[in-house]
């Protein structure tokens, strides 16, 4: 990409990012997927390095810099490794963002310096056994009683959760009986009730920790409560937005990564006294993946520019994640195929790049439901002409 439209601040991070994901992520990066080990020592160097609250003001411990820089700093690390992109994407979008958007300062002031020195990880329960796209059937239970909440119910897929100081979760929440609605809480790791399922055995990002979360007759005091009760569902799509440009700039990475290996393999690799490359047949393939990996991200470094003016991103955050996962699947799949046999065996990594990219098109609200949201926001505007 074209390192002018950034300011000189976004390029230094680029470079520092890039350099790390080169020299400390890419050398341990086949070896973590193969053991399925979670990235601790990855995660302890990124914290020094300041990459666990890039976007978070510097009162809290963060750089205090913009969701561009945040979007610039996953998309680097995916370059290498998704594993370790989503550890650092997940516990920023989703484990720092709702406590920095919606906490109390008393919220802010206890939770957030920890995460963002990477002393704990967070993570973002909303998902559920049965309500995953659908997230608001939620059928986690908060009843409130005297001065705390009792919590039961079970969330599905979350990141982080097995090394997480702290996880934001959201339950219905229930007062005298009555429904207040999905309302979002904090939880900290060790609290009597909460307990972890195992790892999932995962295709990709299969270094990054994914697993259940079960709250049985979990008290929490009534401090816990994260914004306003029954205000749970507003919170979840504000703080998915955010993670959607966190996952279009984890696509690109995983894109640019299965492509630099392809072009490096087609420019070396020979056929009929030929480099591969200079085929029609694959030097096209080249051309349409570098053209639209240009094209995500324009998508995806506008809609975290928008952002960051202030802007609704719903429809540019679904647009840039939808592009950027579904070219993610589309690259991979075509790096694999300019490797030949070579693509299908793991010493060339492409395959790795090829299982991470799948889940892109799942998370943080699947390529269905991102077309539901622009298709919406579509029919609102056609109401308007
Ligand atoms: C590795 C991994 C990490 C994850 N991390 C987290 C996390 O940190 N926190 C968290 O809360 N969740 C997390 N998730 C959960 C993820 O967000 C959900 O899996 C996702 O939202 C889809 O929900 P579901 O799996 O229940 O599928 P479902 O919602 O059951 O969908 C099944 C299929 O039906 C389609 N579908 C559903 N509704 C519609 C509709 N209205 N129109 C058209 N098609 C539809 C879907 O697109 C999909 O193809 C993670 C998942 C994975 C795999």
Redesign the pocket.
Known sequence: MDLRYFSEEHRLLHDMVAEFSRNEVEPVAEEQDREGRFPKELVQKMAALGLLGIPIDSKYGGAGMDTVAFAIAVHQLAIADASTA?TMG?HTS?GCMPIYLFGTEEQKQKYLPALTSGEQLG?????EPG?????GGTQTRAEKRHDKYVVNGQ???????GYAGVISFTARLFENGEEVGITTFIAEAGTPGLRLGEP?K?MG?RA?D?RAVYFEDMELPAKQLLGEPGKGFTQFLKVLSGGRISLGALALGTTEGAFRRALKYAHEREAFGKKIGEFQGIGFKLADIATELEAAKHLVYHAAWLKDQGHNVDREAAMAKLFASELAMRATTEAIQIHGGYGYIREYQVERFFRDAK?LE????????QR?VIARQLMEEAGRL
Request: proline share 0%; glycine share 8%; no cysteine.
């Open positions: 989503i997940a989703l993570a973002f329960a909303l998902t309500a995953g796209s659908d997230a969330k599905a897929f979350i990141t982080n959760a999932e995962k990002w990054s994914t889940v799942i998370g943080e609200g699947t390529s269905e439901i539901i």
